[in-house]
T-cell receptor, first 117, second 116 residues
Framework: DGGITQSPKYLFRKEGQNVTLSCEQNLNHDAMYWYRQDPGQGLRLIYYSQIVNDFQKGDIAEGYSVSREKKESFPLTVTSAQKNPTAFYLC????????????????FGPGTRLTVL | AQKITQTQPGMFVQEKEAVTLDCTYDTSDPSYGLFWYKQPSSGEMIFLIYQGSYDQQNATEGRYSLNFQKARKSANLVISASQLGDSAMYFCAMREGLNTGNQFYFGTGTSLTVIP
């Protein structure tokens, strides 16, 4: 089945530790995204990547890092510099290309709930 | 300025009734796409409906329709014949520009509760 997988579903981390969240897609999508969602709030963009070996900061990139070495994979590292990392993290992907706006919705993974102890 | 504004934090609707969830957007780009997503309590985001800025007709997908008023910059979601399974958070989103790899902007969401 084609889709996006995120692991783990729940993650606990001690303060001061770095942690890496996995995101894999087999949809052959070029673009991938990481969002953070806090309780009762919308999605805020952390990083996005439109192509392998390239990525851009979103609105709240501080304290996070990413890599895009393979088309299928876009891992997110939450570093100790992130002041308040407890949140729900969603990864998404979509086909990309140029032209008139098309029906390219983002496909989302099931999310990872990170809790800092 | 907020790119996407959803002014209804919570809404209630009686089962089998219709409900409208409001969304206004802000952009100066003539090319953009508008999306609605549903997020049940499990957390996954489910795509519902899409409206392109050049589309002449309002989008419809089953019980979902999008009331697109371009001059008012609004893209309200209408859910007809509400069901208990419709209880969830609903997010409006926009993508600007011609490059379909551009980022999405999301609203803060509306929590919909369907009452039996």
């Amino acid at each position: 089945d084609g889709g996006i997988t995120q692991s783990p579903k729940y993650l606990f981390r001690k303060e001061g530790q770095n942690v890496t969240l996995s995101c894999e897609q087999n949809l052959n999508h070029d673009a991938m995204y990481w969002y953070r969602q806090d309780p009762g709030q919308g999605l805020r963009l952390i990083y996005y990547s439109q192509i392998v070996n390239d990525f851009q900061k979103g609105d709240i990139a501080e304290g996070y890092s990413v890599s895009r070495e393979k088309k299928e994979s876009f891992p997110l590292t939450v570093t100790s510099a992130q002041k308040n990392p407890t949140a729900f993290y969603l990864c998404a992907s979509r086909a990309s290309g140029r032209g008139r706006p098309s029906y390219n919705e983002q496909f989302f993974g099931p999310g990872t709930r990170l809790t800092v102890l | 300025a907020q790119k996407i504004t959803q002014t209804q934090p919570g809404m209630f609707v009686q089962e089998k009734e219709a409900v409208t969830l409001d969304c206004t957007y802000d952009t100066s780009d003539p090319s953009y796409g508008l999306f609605w997503y549903k997020q049940p309590s499990s957390g996954e985001m489910i795509f519902l409906i899409y409206q392109g800025s050049y589309d002449q007709q309002n989008a419809t997908e089953g019980r979902y329709s999008l009331n697109f008023q371009k001059a008012r910059k609004s893209a309200n979601l209408v859910i007809s014949a509400s069901q208990l399974g419709d209880s969830a958070m609903y997010f409006c989103a926009m993508r600007e520009g011609l490059n379909t790899g551009n980022q999405f902007y999301f609203g803060t969401g509306t929590s919909l509760t369907v009452i039996p």
